[in-house]
Nanobody, 126 residues
Framework: VQLQASGGGLVQPGGSLRLSCEAS????????MGWFRQAPGKEREFVAA????????LYADSVKARFAISRDNTKNTVYLQMNSLKPEDTAVYFC????????????????????WGQGTQLTVSS
């Protein structure tokens, strides 16, 4: 599956933004999806993940209660709604698809995701 992320930009602290990731070339509805981010000089880290049936969602502690992951299988798209943004949320955000179709559990290890989007930059600054 090929992934195309979009929606990044410059936001003031406390603001909101929604990232989108559109999939093509595969059966999107059968893959768990995830969002990761990488800040300058830091390793890529898990942000959020959602099960292929959208029933299970996982979040990093740093974004819990501020970010929300969702998906629309009719549009082959996964979203990341980001609220109450902080400067430390500044990073390149990547969407990714689980390397295993219809995995029962939702994983957070980047090594378990086999397809990655190109990344979209989020900058939180006043």
């Amino acid at each position: 599956v090929q992934l195309q992320a979009s929606g990044g930009g410059l936001v003031q602290p406390g603001g909101s933004l929604r990232l989108s990731c559109e999939a093509s070339g595969g059966t999107f509805s059968t893959y768990n999806m995830g969002w990761f981010r990488q800040a300058p000089g830091k390793e890529r880290e898990f942000v959020a993940a959602i099960g292929w049936g959208a029933g299970r969602k996982l979040y990093a502690d740093s974004v819990k209660a501020r970010f929300a992951i969702s998906r629309d299988n009719t549009k082959n798209t996964v979203y990341l709604q980001m609220n109450s943004l902080k400067p430390e949320d500044t990073a390149v955000y990547f969407c990714a698809a689980d390397r295993q179709r219809a995995r029962i559990i939702v994983v957070v290890d980047a090594a378990e995701f086999g397809s990655w989007g190109q990344g979209t930059q989020l900058t939180v600054s006043s």
